[in-house]
């Protein structure tokens, strides 16, 4: 058998996937709030912020993170400065030079 | 002094929460410490059949909070221990028949007579729970390594810290060391980050248990039991003796690569 397979069975193993399962269930259980409603949440932050920045909306991440049954919303919601902007212009045109 | 109050309980039902109040009592009284056991579960009660005493209890928790019997007269003594006593629910009663201020006062009086008052909790988180708890200096969890049970222990847990109720330790019961080691069971370590609880026990799957509560003879009195073993390992730290872990050691790299056992 080759190493990697080795890995990969690991990753996809019932314990895995029991204890990435588990540390889903008990960080929204003690928060109080469902996956689905942690969507709402992202798009109401979103809008809210929108209002007063430019922001990337596509690359926004809200999650929940656990350390020691302490549980924290962090959001992550990165501003368009006017060099992020011309980035994304550039990447859009579909990067010239690059052949 | 007063002795120790100690609430089993789980969220989860099925868990092991009456086989381990049963154990540790035996294992308690096997260190030669005076116990008494109070079955909580009223409606469905079980310690009495898992500890053999079925067959000689002549009052229940309610016959004395009612007062139809002096507290001594509800305490069935255990032949094998001298100081060894249960308290059996009633039967035919149902969970509303008693309050938290009744079971505190049980509990209490049961206190000056024993080292270690153990209180086998009906599943749950309502009432039967709550008066369970009520009177605990200390609660041990009961939990599985699967999903659902450690889902529901954490709510258990959740419910003990936001109520300032008493400190809660952990009992991992039904663990497969086989299963873990294949990579299919949760492993104990993950379960206690999660949980960020302390560990008082890990106690293996044993075919033993199942045949100890057809006798009433529980798997403590077994010296070949692994089970066993756990469970009086764990009475011993309740008393305070450091006893090491050795189930929870992990394996090293080496040992796992070539599946050593
Ligand atoms: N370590 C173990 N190895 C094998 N079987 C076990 C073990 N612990 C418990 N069991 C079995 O699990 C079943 C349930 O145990 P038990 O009655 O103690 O659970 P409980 O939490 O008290 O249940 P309930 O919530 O109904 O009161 C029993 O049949 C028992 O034999
Ligand atoms: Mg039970």
Do not use: W
């Not at chain 2, 109520?163 to 104990?188: C, F, G, H, S, T």
């Amino acid at each position: 058998m080759k190493l990697l397979d080795l890995f990969r069975r690991k990753k996809k193993s019932g314990q895995y996937i029991a204890a990435q399962r588990l540390r889903l269930v008990l960080t929204h259980d003690r928060a109080n709030i469902s996956p689905g409603m942690l969507e709402v949440l992202k798009d109401e932050i979103i809008a809210v912020i929108s209002k007063h920045l430019d922001i990337d909306t596509e690359n926004v991440v809200v999650n929940l993170t656990e350390d020691n049954r302490r549980t924290r919303l962090v959001a992550d919601i990165p501003i368009l400065t006017n060099r992020a902007r011309k980035a994304e212009v550039r990447s859009k045109k579909g990067a010239p030079g690059k052949t | 002094m007063a002795g120790k109050i100690i609430t089993i309980s789980s969220g989860k039902g099925g868990v092991g929460k009456t086989t381990a109040t049963a154990n540790l009592g035996l294992s308690l009284a096997i260190l030669g410490k005076r116990v008494t056991c109070i079955d909580a579960d009223i409606g469905l009660r079980n310690l009495d059949v898992m500890l053999g005493l079925e067959n000689r209890i002549v009052y229940d928790i309610i016959n004395f909070i009612e007062g139809r019997c002096r507290f001594r007269q509800a305490l069935v003594r255990d032949k094998r221990f001298p100081e060894l006593y249960m308290m059996a629910a009633a039967q035919t009663r149902d969970k509303n028949s008693i309050t938290v201020e009744d079971m505190t006062k049980v509990a209490r009086e049961a206190a000056e007579i024993s080292d270690f008052v153990l209180i086998d909790s009906p599943a749950g988180i309502e009432h039967g729970f709550r008066y369970a708890v009520a009177p605990a200096d200390l609660v041990l969890i009961v939990t599985n390594p699967e999903v659902t049970a450690v889902r529901d222990a954490d709510r258990v847990i959740g419910l003990l810290e936001a109520e300032e109720l008493a400190p809660a330790q952990l009992i991992l019961n039904r663990y497969k060391p086989e299963l873990v080691r294949r990579n299919e069971m949760l492993d104990p370590d993950t379960v206690i980050d999660l949980l960020a609880i302390d560990l008082i026990g890990i106690v293996p799957e044993d075919d033993k248990v199942f045949g100890a509560g057809n006798q009433g003879r529980p798997v403590a009195l077994d010296e070949h039991s692994r089970a066993g073993k756990a469970f009086r390992n764990i009475g011993r730290r309740l008393t305070g003796e450091d006893v090491p872990f050795e189930a929870l050691r992990k394996q090293t790299f080496i040992q796992r690569l070539f599946g050593s056992r």
